[in-house]
């Protein structure tokens, strides 16, 4: 897979997909609308997740770290300058300068994989526990108070850049959460394509024979980590927009562990399983919700280990393991 | 005599209260094509993965043409010219046999180059028609060919190679040999092997470890007939 630019009916796939996404809202309710966006959000947050461990075999339990403080940011620049564009990618630089210090402590220093899992797991966890601690009137950040564990509401609503007395509805946020899920998709599968990614491959697949061949893998993985910093920073910006909302619960071990379990449900070898793992198990969740199962979370849990002792590769590669052997089969019969 | 390409100086490994490299001054001239020899545990491999940053020494130096490198990265040994082909095949199992080749054309040559010369080393090792299969599905020898294959392809200036030919049938360790000899055309060579008969294929001169120190170097026949190395490859003691 890896090296290989995309064939001419993946690129007719993701513009199928385009047309659909950008056509649905007008046949989706608002409820509907917003159920979807916050699937395509968190599942940017999976993709940067899932491209770490899959493509540069590093196992970050943390990236909710990177989502809190996008959305903590956005939120904070947004209600003190009023103006929404710029807030948009401060948050995301700052998100890449924090994940660019973490990354930078943790690579460059050698740990070994499954401390840099540890790591960035304690990671969000600090970032949450200070955010609940400032309840207090005196953690305020210019004019805005961090309200501790209740979060800060009033989150602003995108403005348009070229027209900022116009605000971002709930299908604006439908289109722009689809868009930027598709060009983050696109960004990254070309990337694996690139001499970058092929060598990132590389790295997943043997660090040692990298740098023997002289290739420093301590950049290329530090570069990886930031710009996984930089998407995952992406959706909790998205994520403050769609709800008006931010809490220390962007930080929870609840939601990391939940990133990772989208990315194992999906499958982490292919980009699209990340995707695609956040879907099903949100709508599962949501259905679950409705069917009166009681525990939701203990059906979760249930699914996730049938996942990872059955179908250790994930939905998507199994399914396409499943093809090629009925495909076998079906050859063999007729020879 | 002229400068060493590699010299080491008073070199030094150990682990715990074992001294695995004991003070060993090597010297390597340009153009060699030398053989270590020696029991298991001898030294040999930790002395490869000193000389190539895979292992910092304890104390002593590592010189490559005059330079210090015994502190230096792996990837900075790597491209000042120092390939290794380690013990176990060390290759991207995961990823396709011509993407392993091309990883490592793409650093030297960069990536307009890497494809074409890619192709050209597959044709060289006779693996063209599995250019598409992962590496870790090709037998022991064709892996070691893979790998070996990628260190040329970096243009090194000294190839280390770690046992090349084991596990390979006769044939194959023929035409290691022959792989061996022609690499040694551009670069220097050290080689690490157990079978004698491969040695003296391709050997103008034998360094011998034992317990972490050199016990003897010379020719292949004169090693050969030192009763200092046959003491220590027949486990017998001096004197008895």
Same mark, same amino acid.
């Not at chain 1, 995707?275 to 599962?284: C, D, K, M, R």
């Not at chain 2, 095949?89 to 490592?104: C, I, K, T």
């Given at each position: 897979m890896a090296g290989e630019r995309p064939a001419w009916w993946w690129w007719a796939s993701i513009g199928t997909a385009l047309v659909v996404l950008m056509a649905a809202p007008s046949y989706?309710?608002?409820?509907?609308?917003l159920d979807i966006s916050i699937i395509f959000i968190l599942a940017l947050l999976a993709l940067s997740m899932g491209f770490l461990w899959g493509q540069g075999g590093m196992l970050s339990f943390g990236q909710t770290a990177f989502f809190g403080l996008g959305g903590y940011s956005y939120a904070v620049l947004a209600l003190n300058t009023g103006e929404t564009t710029s807030a948009f990618f401060i948050a995301i630089a700052l998100s890449m300068a924090f994940a660019l210090a973490v990354g930078y402590f943790m690579i460059y220093g050698r740990i070994s994989d499954i401390y840099l899992s540890v790591i960035t797991l304690v990671v969000t966890l600090i970032l949450e526990k200070g955010i609940r601690a400032t309840s207090g009137d005196q953690y305020v950040i210019g004019s805005v108070r961090l309200n501790g564990q209740n979060g800060i509401p009033t989150v602003p609503s995108l403005q348009l850049p070229w027209n900022p007395g116009t605000e971002l509805f709930i299908d604006g946020v439908f289109y722009l959460s689809a868009a930027l899920l598709v060009l983050v998709y696109v960004g990254l599968r070309l990337l694996l394509a690139s001499s970058f990614g092929r060598v990132l491959v590389g790295i997943r697949e043997n660090e040692r024979r990298v740098e023997l061949l002289g290739y420093d893998a301590r950049r290329y993985k530090l570069a990886a980590f930031v710009l996984a910093g930089g998407i995952a920073g992406l959706a909790g910006v998205l994520y403050g927009v769609w709800g008006n909302f931010v809490s220390p619960a962007m930080f929870h071990l609840n939601q990391a562990a939940q990133v990772v379990i989208w990315v194992i449900v999906g499958g982490k070898s292919w980009l699209i399983g990340p995707?695609? $793992? @956040?879907?099903?198990?949100?709508?599962?969740s949501n259905w679950l919700g409705t069917q009166g199962v009681g525990q939701v979370s203990l059906w979760l849990g249930v699914v996730l280990m049938i996942f990872v002792l059955v179908f250790?590769?994930?939905?998507?590669? @199994?399914? %396409?393991?499943?093809i090629a052997w009925v495909r076998r089969r079906l050859g063999r019969r007729e020879a | 005599m002229t400068a060493p390409i590699l010299e080491t100086r008073a070199l030094e490994k150990r682990f715990g209260g074992v001294r695995a490299i004991a003070g060993v001054d090597f010297r390597l001239e +340009?153009?060699?094509?030398?053989?270590?020899?020696g029991p298991n545990g001898a030294g040999k491999s930790t002395f490869f993965k000193m000389v190539t940053g895979q292992i910092p020494p304890t104390s002593g130096s590592i010189l490559f043409q005059g330079t210090d490198i015994s502190r230096a990265e792996k990837h900075e040994i790597g491209r000042l010219g120092i390939g290794i082909k380690?013990?176990? +095949?060390?290759?991207?199992? $995961?990823? %396709?046999?011509?993407?392993?080749?091309?990883?490592? %054309?793409r650093f030297a040559h960069g990536a307009a180059k890497a494809g074409t010369l890619a192709d050209a080393m597959m044709e060289r090792l006779e693996l063209s028609s599995l250019a598409n299969r992962?590496?870790?599905e090709l037998s022991h020898g064709q892996r070691q060919w893979v790998e070996i294959g990628m260190v040329i392809l970096r243009d090194p200036k000294i190839v280390l190679l770690d046992e090349p030919s084991a596990g390979m049938s006769i044939d194959e360790t023929n035409r290691t040999a022959a792989l061996i000899r022609e690499v040694n055309r551009t670069a220097t060579v050290v080689v690490v092997e157990h079978d004698m008969q491969f040695i003296r294929q391709i050997a103008t001169k034998v360094t011998v470890f034992h317990q972490g120190s050199i016990l003897a170097e010379d020719s292949f026949d004169r090693i050969m007939t030192d009763q200092r190395v046959r003491d220590v490859y027949l486990g017998r003691h001096g004197g008895a």
């Open positions: 989706l309710d608002i409820a509907d609308q995707v695609a $793992g @956040t879907a099903v198990v949100q709508y599962l250790r590769e994930g939905l998507l590669p @199994t399914a %396409a393991l499943a | +340009p153009g060699e094509l030398r053989c270590l020899i380690n013990q176990v +095949p060390d290759v991207f199992n $995961g990823v %396709a046999l011509r993407e392993n080749l091309w990883l490592a %054309a992962p590496v870790g």
